[in-house]
């Protein structure tokens, strides 16, 4: 009996997260591998294809996006919260409440803020989605940060570090931005910055017309380097 829960177990894990099985009522004729080239075998890419084939007729939960484009329901939630954090697609949430066996249970629902997408729109989408693998949502270090300034300015700045073209000052894209005002922080890893580069790189966002201040992972907890920051980043506010 073990080994059967097991088995099942391992079923549902793989139906809820990764690759599944397309409803055989959007494949039109074609196979699976073929469907599946139309947003190029990418679960992101797929998630903003069912949105802009979909959803001007309907609205999708991630069960619905699911069963268009053949990945698990959590991947799909996954990757929705990604793409909300890039910007690509504006879309607006309905909460869905209806009964259930005289429970109520609560379905998410997902559409286009702007259902006349053109398909060049579209096409430019895509294009911006799939020229970046880079991580969409903050790390661990970047998420303490922005905890930081938005306890210290109250949800004035948001994260920027996802590469989508609104995000891009020049070649660069700084971790975090204020929400109104041209000054973005930067956290540094030293593993992976050498300390050169924090003056080439406050030097060149300058150029663009930002003020940047730089947060080193090992000094981000040091009351000292908080307090020069949130001076800097005051300084910068009178000037603008």
């Known amino acids: 009996m073990g080994g059967v829960a097991k088995n099942k177990k391992r079923v549902k894990e793989r139906t809820e997260l990764g690759p599944c099985r397309i409803s055989s009522d959007y494949l039109n004729g074609l196979t699976e591998d073929q ?12 998630i903003v294809y069912a949105l802009h084939r979909f959803t001007p007729k309907e609205k999708l939960s991630y069960k619905d996006i699911s069963m268009r484009i053949g990945y698990g329901w959590r991947t799909i939630k996954n990757g929705m919260e990604g793409i909300r954090h890039r910007g690509l697609l504006k879309t607006s949430v309905q909460k869905v409440t ?4 005289g429970a109520d249970k609560t379905k998410t629902r997902f559409y286009l803020n702007n259902p006349q997408l053109s398909e060049l729109d579209y ?35 948001r994260f920027s570090g996802a590469r989508c073209y609104h995000n891009r000052i020049g070649k660069k894209y700084p971790d975090i931005q204020h929400i109104k005002h041209p000054i973005v922080v930067d956290h540094f890893g030293s593993r992976f910055h050498p300390k050169e580069e924090e003056y080439k790189r406050i030097k060149y966002l300058k150029s663009y017309g930002y003020y940047a201040h730089i947060i080193w992972d090992f000094n981000k907890k040091d009351y000292n380097k908080i307090i020069k920051m949130k001076e800097f980043i005051d300084n910068a506010i009178q000037n603008i």
């Open 98 to 101: 209806y009964r259930f066996f």
């Open 123 to 157: 096409k430019t989408l895509i294009t911006s989605y799939s020229s970046t693998n880079t991580p969409t949502l903050p790390n661990k270090s970047e998420q303490d940060l922005l905890d930081v300034l938005n306890d210290l300015y109250k949800g004035k700045f």
């Open 35 to 46: 469907y599946r080239q139309q947003y190029n075998n990418d679960y992101s890419l797929g």
